[in-house]
């Protein structure tokens, strides 16, 4: 007996082919775009549970189409289900320290796992006393009356936390932390539990994924007090949103109320930006035009690994991508300046030579002009254009 076309074809995220309330129907994607059954035979095209999708944390459905697929799919393969063993486990524990992982449907089977589906978070059983995003001004209101009433609890949460707090030492519903959203960026464990701490002390609301709303950026940072360069700390100062250090936290609970940010406001990466976050706050503050308003990049040569990346970086800057056929004297060409996979050490200047050839050829035909990839980061990492 033939199988069905359902059967050949299984999830990218579960491995499985199976179709029910849990996971939703099996969606066949190309470059993004849904396409329907008679062209999800190609050799390119991704098959996904919908629900899969919905629940993997940076994809997104927009219209017919599924932002950012390939990316979590990619994040995704290296990530082993805590159920099954197998890869492509994307859902992870809401609380920000815990390493579990899961395929939606594998998750769905576990007793004890709590459910956001409003927000596509869950919590593991190990955790499952933790707040939802959904509970929250829930617990707020709650939080008000039990101002109100002797507990024979004296401390809130983990007792050897190193921040524990009385009932009555609660944040009360009128600081501005209501109005908070803090995103984290490559946190390590101990920042993780601080931010665990903070979230349950204060009220604030947190997230492990950037969107527009996001108020705070809380960044990793080495001894000398500089970030690493990620997507949220880039998108962050593009926004004109505060980039801050653990620190601020720590200061914040120590005084049981929100501190001021600029002490702990970072200043640099660790590739030498300077002053990136304030000047990007000052920015929007000011209403000051888009950081690359007005310019046109085209991408010429050896793909960049994060290239998609690099696009939402340069949309959210306010600057357009084009295609060789528009070229034009206004236009900025763009060439990888990443070092290739396995590439002799000696033979680096060389390869990064033969691209800005290519680069600079094309950009004589155009009247053009010709920037390395580090260009556009640098420039979005110091919220200044470069020389060029």
Not at 30 to 57: G, I, R, T, Y
Not at 209 to 238: F, P, Q, Y
């Amino acid at each position: 007996e033939q199988p069905s076309m359902n059967a050949a074809w299984k999830c990218e995220f579960c491995h499985s082919s199976e179709i029910s309330e849990c996971t939703g129907p099996l969606l066949h994607c190309l470059d993004e775009a849904l396409v329907k059954d008679d062209q999800a035979w190609k050799s390119n095209v991704l098959h996904v549970h919908e629900k899969c999708a919905e629940w993997a944390p940076e994809a997104y459905f927009e219209g017919d189409m599924i932002k950012k697929l390939e990316s979590e799919l990619a994040r995704s393969s290296k990530m082993k289900c805590g159920i099954c063993g197998l890869k492509g486990a994307a859902l992870g524990c809401l609380f920000k320290s815990c390493r579990k992982s899961y395929h939606l449907p594998c998750a769905r089977g576990v007793s004890g796992c709590r459910w956001d589906e409003g927000e596509f978070v869950m919590l593991c059983p190990t955790h499952s006393s933790k707040r939802l995003p959904c509970e929250r001004s829930n617990s707020k209101n709650k939080k008000a009356a039990q101002l109100q009433q002797p507990s024979s609890e004296t401390v809130l949460g983990d007792s050897n936390s190193p921040f524990p707090m009385e009932m009555n030492e609660l944040w009360t519903s009128l600081c501005p932390t209501s109005e908070w959203v803090i995103c984290g960026s490559a946190l390590s464990d101990q920042d993780k539990e601080i931010l665990d701490q903070f979230e349950y002390h204060s009220g604030v609301t947190t997230t492990n994924n950037w969107s527009s709303n996001v108020t705070h950026v809380l960044a990793n940072t080495n001894e000398d007090g500089a970030c690493g360069r990620t997507r949220k700390v880039l998108l962050a100062i593009l926004a004109g949103k505060w980039v801050v250090n653990v620190n601020w936290l720590s200061a914040c609970l120590e005084a049981k109320k929100p501190v001021p940010e600029e002490p702990y406001e970072i200043r640099s990466d660790v590739h030498g930006a300077i002053d990136g976050p304030r000047i990007g706050r000052l920015r929007a503050m000011q209403k000051a035009p888009s950081l690359f308003s007005g310019l046109i990049f085209y991408f010429i040569g050896h793909p960049l690994t994060f290239k998609v990346e690099l696009d939402e970086l340069i949309a959210a800057a306010g600057g357009s991508i084009l295609g060789k056929a528009d070229l034009s004297s206004t236009s900025l060409i763009v060439y990888n300046k990443e070092v290739p996979k396995g590439c002799n050490e000696d033979a680096v200047d060389e390869v990064f030579s033969k691209r800005e050839a290519e680069a600079l050829d094309l950009a004589t035909t155009f009247g053009c002009r010709v920037v390395p990839h580090t260009w556009v980061l640098d420039s979005i990492a110091s919220c200044t254009l470069q020389p060029i």
